[in-house]
């Protein structure tokens, strides 16, 4: 089993910065690639990036390509998402996840809160 604990979320203006961390506990942390999701209310979960086991590899979805930045840890078990020129519509809960690249949904955390304001 793998937990996992997000860290990091908050209210911030547009155009602000803002970054999430995620430190994972139970099993290797080097054996998983690692990622991240959101969810906005009323919408689906959706994939925002993801970093392989050894972090040579990312993967971004289209909206955040440019401002957001995925990097890993494995000293500290830890996984961040950097987060620049925040939009409104970047607003959502963040979750944490774990599993194969880039798919990486085997394991989740509990979320944490980003909401851009105007």
């Known amino acids: 089993q793998v937990r996992l604990v997000e860290s990091g979320g908050g209210l911030v203006q547009a155009g602000g910065s803002l970054r999430l961390s995620c430190t994972a506990s139970?099993?290797?942390?080097?054996?998983?690639?690692m990622g991240w999701r959101r969810q906005a209310p009323g919408k689906e979960r959706e994939f925002v990036a993801a970093?392989?086991?050894?972090?040579?590899?990312?993967v971004y979805r289209d909206s955040v390509k440019g401002r957001f930045s995925i990097s890993r840890d494995n000293a500290k078990n830890t996984v961040y998402l950097q987060m620049n020129s925040l939009k409104p519509e970047d607003t959502a809960v963040y979750y944490c996840?774990?599993?194969?690249?880039?798919?990486?949904?085997?394991?989740w955390g509990q979320g944490t809160q980003v909401t851009v304001s105007s």
């Open positions: 970093i392989s086991r050894s972090g040579g590899s990312t």
């Open positions: 996840a774990a599993g194969p690249f880039p798919a990486t949904n085997d394991y």
């Open positions: 139970g099993r290797t942390f080097s054996s998983f690639a």
